[in-house]
């Protein structure tokens, strides 16, 4: 294809542009060196604390090594994790390094430029120039997690840059680049992050809402199905006798079939019911009992800490 000569000036530019932003952006992102020749990315949060991915850390050690964008190496402590949101965050000893700037990711619109940047620990920067695929909703993932927007980047990313950070063309930060279904390259914007990360600095872990119940998928009988809504319920197997399902009046043996006139299918769904904002929150549960329907209503207690 015929390049006119104004094409390739306009190119020109926008390849400085983007390896100035590289430059400007570089030093607020690190690598993360784990077991075995693999790293990942992390972004400096602010000084002494890096956020990366929650994914990757599931079976490393809770000490770490962190190389800033100048290449000075620094010992890193994990101070906890969310996997329902897929944010981890880490003390750096000597990282002085500020955070980037953030953006309002509820400005974002789809066809939007962004760069994704990791880091490796050997080469430096990796970088992924790409559109905005998907700015949608919000939306809960499968642990239960709140993710306050649907960030989807159209552009393949290295697995060693998971853990970075997904930067707009002025600089600031959108969230951080993590791998969705499929590999697609999603990116945890910035209110999630900030949510997640100031109870990690608070309490070294993140408060979820508990009912104290084991349950386990049942079919209900086809005569209580349409008065039910619902052709599955969840069989109360276990109750814990200090928690807010005791208190409610929730008995061994009940099968609940709606949460706020929900039909509840699978304890998934309930994962993702029982997240952050539950605690306090006053519930209506509809159970089979004896055969018949009845309607108990609680308040969601919060998950007891395991230490």
Known sequence: MHMTESSAVRLSALSSEVAGLVSRCGPSVVAIRVRGAHSLSGITWRPGYVVTAAETLDD????????????????????????????????????????????????????????????SPEHGPIVTFGTVAVAGASWDSQLGGRIDRFIRVGAAMTPAAEGGAVFDLSGQLLGMAVFGPRRALLAIPVPTIARIAEQLVAKGRISRGYLGLAMQPVQLPEALQRAAGTRIGMLVSNVDPDSSAALGGILLGDVIVAWNSEPVRDYRQVQQLLGPESIGSSVALVAVRAGALTTLRLTVGERPHSG
């Open 60 to 119: 490393q050690p809770s000490t770490l090594r962190v190389i800033s964008g100048t290449g000075t190496e620094h010992t890193a402590k994990l101070i906890g994790q969310d996997p329902s949101t897929d944010v981890a965050l880490l003390a750096v000893d000597g990282l002085s390094t500020s955070g980037p700037q953030l953006a309002d990711p509820t400005t974002l619109r789809a066809g939007e430029f962004v760069l994704a940047l990791g880091r």
